[in-house]
C-alpha cells in the first residue's frame, strides 16, 4: 500500500526551433550535485525568433546571467562565418535583438549562444526560412482593409511560462483562428514546409475561433528540453505556424525515512529476531540507509540512520524497496549473500550455517500526483511534502511497515 502525494518567455511573434541536449540526469539516489544555474550543461530556457523576408528578430531567455548572442549564416558557410551577428552586454537573462542583410523565402542556418561569467559557453543550431514577400489582397469591392488572414503571419504573440511537468501559455493571433500547440523531446520535422511532430507528447487545442487563448501543456519530463509548434487556422483555412523551444524546471527530490514498524519479528513465542534491513531506491541501494542487525521484537520501531537521502532529478515514479532479513543461527555461521537484495524478494534458506528468512516490500510514489491529506501542492507539478507507507502482506514471513516522506522541489 503507497500513499504518496521556467521563466516566462514573451514572443513578440514566433518561436524558433533551437536543437540541443537537455541536462543530463543525475542518477536517482547519487545526491544533489547541482552547485546552481550555469551555462556548462544548459542555462537557456527558450529561444524565440520572429521572421521577416530579409531579417529574423531574436528573444532569448536564460536561467544564469550571461552575455546572449545570435549569428546567422549560410547553409555550408564554415563555423563563424556570419552574414550578421548581434549580442547583448554581459549579465543578461533576457534580451532581444535582431539579424539582417538576408534574402526573402531562404533558409539559414541560426545560431544562440550563452556565455555565463565563468566563461561556459551553451550554444544551439537550428535552420529556419525567411518569410516570402506577401501581397495583401482587399476583402472586396470599396473595402480597403486587407485580408489576407492566416495566409500570412496572424500570431502577433506567443507567450510560455513553463514549469516542472508542463507550461502555461498564452497566444494572440491578429485575426479570429483556431489554435494548435503541440510539443515534443524530438525536433519536428517538416511536410510542405510545415513542422510537424511525429506523436507528440501532449497537443492542445481550441474549441473554436478566437484571437486570445490561455491554455497548458501538460505530462511533460521535468528538465528537459522541448520543441513547441504553434498552429493558427482562419476561418477560410488558410495557416500560420510558429515553432521554438523552452525548457522544464528540473525536479530535486529528498527522501525522509521516519522508520519501520515491526508487526511480526519472523521468531515465534518469546523469541526476538534478530533483524537487518537493505533499502533500494530506484534500484539505487543508499550505504547510509541500511539497517544493521539487532534484536527486534513485535511492537518495535526501528529508526533508519540516514535521516534523507538527496536524489537529483528524479523521473515521475520513485520505487523505493526495503528487505527485511531475519537470522536463525549463529553470527559468525551465517551466509551474508552479498551486500544487493537477495533474490527473490520472500524466501528462507534452513541449512546448517546458513539459517535466514527475508521478506521484500516495494512500492512507487508517484511524485507528480500528490493522494489528498498530503502538504503537496494540488496541481500535478506534485510540489511540496508526500507522505507514503508501504506495508508487507499478512502472510509474510516477517511483517512490518515502512513510514516516511518526500520533498519535491523545483529549480
Not at 549579465?91 to 526573402?104: F, Y
Not at 519536428?188 to 510545415?194: D, E, H, Q, W, Y
Not at 487545442?205 to 501538460?218: H, I, P, Q, V
Request: net charge neutral; glycine share 10%.
Amino acid at each position: 500500500m503507497v500513499r504518496s502525494t521556467l521563466a516566462t518567455v514573451v514572443a513578440a511573434i514566433a518561436v524558433a526551433t533551437l536543437p540541443g541536449s537537455a541536462p543530463a540526469s543525475t542518477p536517482a539516489g547519487s545526491g544533489d550535485l547541482s552547485n546552481g544555474p550555469s551555462c556548462a550543461v544548459s542555462c537557456i530556457t527558450s529561444a524565440l525568433i520572429e521572421p521577416h523576408t530579409t531579417a529574423f528578430g531574436v528573444s532569448v531567455r536564460t536561467d544564469t546571467p550571461a552575455r546572449i548572442f545570435v549569428g546567422v549564416s549560410k547553409l555550408i558557410a564554415p563555423e563563424g562565418s556570419w552574414i550578421d551577428s548581434s549580442r547583448s552586454g554581459p549579465g543578461r537573462t533576457s534580451w532581444t535583438g535582431h539579424v539582417s542583410g538576408l534574402q526573402s523565402d531562404t533558409l539559414y542556418k541560426v545560431t544562440v549562444s550563452a556565455t555565463d561569467s565563468q566563461s561556459r559557453t551553451e550554444r544551439r543550431s537550428t535552420f529556419f526560412r525567411t518569410r516570402a514577400v506577401a501581397t495583401n489582397l482587399p476583402q472586396g469591392p470599396g473595402d480597403l482593409q486587407s485580408n489576407v488572414g492566416c495566409s500570412a503571419q496572424c500570431i502577433s504573440a506567443a507567450r510560455l511560462d513553463p514549469e516542472g511537468t508542463g507550461t502555461q501559455l498564452s497566444v494572440d493571433t491578429t485575426v479570429p483562428a483556431k489554435l494548435t500547440i503541440s510539443a515534443d523531446r524530438d525536433a519536428p520535422g517538416t511536410i510542405g514546409n510545415a513542422p510537424i511532430f511525429g506523436t507528440p507528447e501532449d497537443t492542445v487545442s481550441t474549441t473554436g475561433f478566437a484571437t486570445g487563448w490561455n491554455g497548458r501543456l501538460d505530462r511533460l519530463v521535468p528538465g528537459a528540453t522541448y520543441h513547441v509548434i504553434l498552429r493558427a487556422i482562419d476561418a477560410a483555412g488558410h495557416v500560420s505556424y510558429r515553432q521554438g523551444i523552452f525548457r522544464t524546471d528540473t525536479r530535486r527530490a529528498k527522501l525522509v525515512p521516519h522508520g519501520i514498524r515491526i508487526y511480526y519479528d519472523g521468531d515465534k513465542g518469546l523469541n526476538r529476531g534478530e533483524l537487518s534491513f537493505v533499502t533500494a531506491l530506484n534500484d539505487y541501494h543508499p550505504a547510509d540507509m541500511r539497517i544493521p542487525e539487532r534484536a527486534a521484537a513485535s511492537g518495535s520501531w526501528i529508526a533508519f540512520p540516514s535521516e534523507q537521502v538527496s536524489l537529483g532529478a528524479p523521473a515521475r515514479e520513485l520505487r523505493l524497496a526495503v528487505q527485511a532479513r531475519e537470522r536463525d543461527n549463529a553470527a559468525s555461521c551465517s551466509n551474508q549473500r552479498g551486500s544487493g537484495f537477495w533474490e527473490p524478494d520472500n524466501g528462507g534458506v534452513h541449512e546448517w550455517c546458513n539459517k535466514r528468512t527475508w521478506v521484500t516490500v516495494r512500492g512507487a510514489i508517484d511524485l507528480d500526483a500528490p493522494v489528498p491529506g498530503s502538504d503537496a501542492s494540488s496541481t500535478n507539478t506534485g510540489e511540496g511534502r508526500h507522505e507514503f507507507e508501504i506495508m508487507t502482506s499478512n502472510n509474510a514471513g516477517i511483517r512490518f511497515v515502512v513510514f516516511g516522506h518526500v520533498d519535491v522541489r523545483y529549480e
